[in-house]
C-alpha cells in the first residue's frame, strides 16, 4: 500500500452477513491488513444478539479496529461518526451487507485521485458498464469514459453515493461539519440541500470502472435479510434508520 486507508462502515447486528462481507473484503481489497484501519458504527437494530458480537468479527479481519455501538439507532449519526474518526489521507466507505466480487486495485485508485486534484472520489459500480466507450446514465447523470480507467461525472448534481466509494479525506473533513441528523446522509449530498450545495460543486465525481465490465459489488443477501427480519424504510419520512413492517 503506497497509503494507510480508513475503513468506514456502518453497521447494524447481523454479524454473519457482516462476516462475508469483510471476507470480500479482506481478500479482494486489502490483503495488506496492516494498511488499513476499520472504524465501524453499530446500530442496535437488528437479531437479536449482543452488539458485541459484531465487533468480534471485524477484529477477526482488522488489527485495528475503532467502533462505537450507538445507544439508539440512526444512519445519519453513524455516517458522521465514522467519518469524525477518519484521519488517513483516503477513506474507504462501505455498509455491511455490500461484498466485492473481484480483486481491484486500490494503489491504482490513489494514484488517480492524486492526479486529479478536483476529482473527490472514486465509486465502485454495482452494475455493468456499457462495451463501447460511450457514455451512460445513472437516475440523472452523465457518465463520461477516461482513459486512466475511470467515468467521471458530467452533472455533480445527483452522483455522490454511500455504497463502496474511496474518497479523499479533504471532502469527507468539509461534509462531516455540513451534515445534518434529521435527513438521510444519501439524500444530503444533492444540489437541492443549500446547506451542501457549496461542497458539491466544487468537487468532481468518478466512479472506477472499465467498459464492458460486469458489476463490482452486490449487496443483494442484505436485502433477503431485511426481508427477512421484516425491516424496512418508514413510509412517507425520510430514512433515518430501519423500522419493523
Aim: proline share 5%.
Amino acid at each position: 500500500m503506497s497509503e494507510r486507508i480508513d475503513i468506514t462502515m456502518t453497521a447494524v447486528i447481523r454479524p454473519e452477513l457482516l462476516n462475508e462481507t469483510l471476507s470480500t473484503i479482506s481478500e479482494k481489497v486489502c490483503k495488506d491488513r496492516d494498511g488499513f484501519r476499520l472504524i465501524i458504527n453499530v446500530d442496535p437494530i437488528g437479531e437479536n444478539i449482543k452488539p458485541m458480537k459484531v465487533i468480534k468479527v471485524a477484529r477477526k479481519y482488522f488489527d485495528d479496529v475503532v467502533f462505537n455501538i450507538a445507544k439508539v439507532p440512526s444512519f445519519p449519526r453513524a455516517v458522521k461518526w465514522v467519518w469524525s474518526q477518519a484521519t488517513a489521507p483516503y477513506i474507504f466507505h462501505w455498509e455491511d451487507d455490500v461484498n466485492i466480487l473481484r480483486e481491484i486495485d486500490v494503489d491504482h485508485m490513489i494514484k488517480i485521485l492524486k492526479e486529479n486534484k478536483n476529482l473527490s472520489s472514486l465509486r465502485l459500480y454495482k452494475g455493468n458498464t456499457p462495451k463501447n466507450r460511450k457514455a451512460f446514465h445513472t437516475f440523472s447523470c452523465k457518465w463520461m469514459y477516461n482513459e486512466e480507467g475511470f467515468y467521471v461525472a458530467k452533472d455533480w448534481r445527483k452522483q455522490f453515493g454511500l455504497n463502496p466509494i474511496l474518497i479523499k479525506r479533504e471532502f469527507v473533513q468539509a461534509a462531516v461539519k455540513r451534515m445534518v441528523e434529521h435527513t438521510n446522509p444519501e439524500k444530503q449530498f444533492r444540489y437541492s440541500q443549500p446547506y451542501m450545495r457549496p461542497l458539491i460543486k466544487k468537487w468532481h465525481y468518478g466512479i472506477y470502472a472499465k467498459p464492458g465490465e460486469t458489476r463490482l459489488i452486490d449487496g443483494r443477501k442484505g436485502v433477503k435479510w431485511k426481508q427477512k427480519m421484516k425491516l424496512g424504510k418508514p413510509k412517507g419520512k425520510t430514512f433515518l434508520k430501519w423500522e419493523k413492517k
